[in-house]
T-cell receptor, first 118, second 115 residues
């Protein structure tokens, strides 16, 4: 079974530039998450999608970050304009969703996209 | 606001020894407590998880101990091996509908198992 695919793996940009990250979840996984992992810290949830609808984006800095999941499959996370503090690994994860209480809760993570803002 | 506190930040254990990592949480709405293992350059992967209706769960060399009243849980790795060297994250989750959970992660513990 193919895992969660992310691209690009690495990106270096100057501050105030824009960047976009792409994620393809495991086939059949209805729930998709974007996490930000700053060096030396745990992943922090940015946004959660259920199919193509947003479940929670309360921690997404909406003045500069945007995310979409058209057709309920692939997702794109965009940052514009980037700041120095956006340097991090952006992790995409997906999970199987079923009826209430039937989910295992397991998140399957991609290898991440490492962003360096200079 | 850090809702899940993890310690220690780093841990060095001799091969064959026991590795113990501790976590504490504040939000009593959490009802799912997984541990994730992350190797350099990889995404985190689920290791073991527990729900608050049990006090202990064991899978092979890995055991979670859970203390609901103290709002603490810990990971024990028995007979630690060099291949266990990785960063371990505890997390606490709340149900977000349709079988999915939102996780709040601790800051991680870098485990080094020396031969």
């Amino acid at each position: 079974e193919a895992g969660v695919a992310q691209s690009p793996r690495y990106k270096i940009i100057e501050k105030r530039q824009s960047v976009a990250f792409w994620c393809n979840p495991i086939s059949g996984h209805a729930t998709l998450y974007w996490y930000q992992q700053i060096l030396g810290q745990g992943p922090k949830l940015l946004i959660q999608f259920q199919n193509n609808g947003v479940v929670d984006d309360s921690q997404l800095p909406k003045d500069r970050f945007s995310a979409e999941r058209l057709k309920g499959v692939d997702s794109t996370l965009k940052i514009q304009p980037a700041k120095l503090e956006d340097s991090a690994v952006y992790l995409c994860a997906s999970s199987i969703s079923g009826g209430a209480l039937s989910g295992t809760g397991e998140l399957f993570f991609g290898e991440g996209s490492r962003l360096t803002v200079l | 606001q850090q809702q899940v506190k993890q310690s220690p930040q780093s841990l060095i254990v001799q091969k064959g020894g026991i590795s113990i990592i501790n976590c504490a949480y504040e939000n009593t709405a959490f009802d799912y407590f997984p541990w994730y293992q992350q190797f350099p350059g990889k995404g985190p992967a689920l290791l073991i998880a527990i729900r608050p209706d049990v006090s202990e769960k064991k899978e092979g060399r890995f055991t979670i101990s859970f203390n609901k009243s103290a709002k603490q849980f810990s990971l024990h790795i028995m007979d630690s091996q060099p291949g266990d060297s990785a960063t371990y994250f505890c997390a606490a989750g709340t149900y977000s509908g349709a079988g999915s959970y939102q996780l709040t992660f601790g800051k991680g513990t870098k485990l080094s198992v020396i031969p």
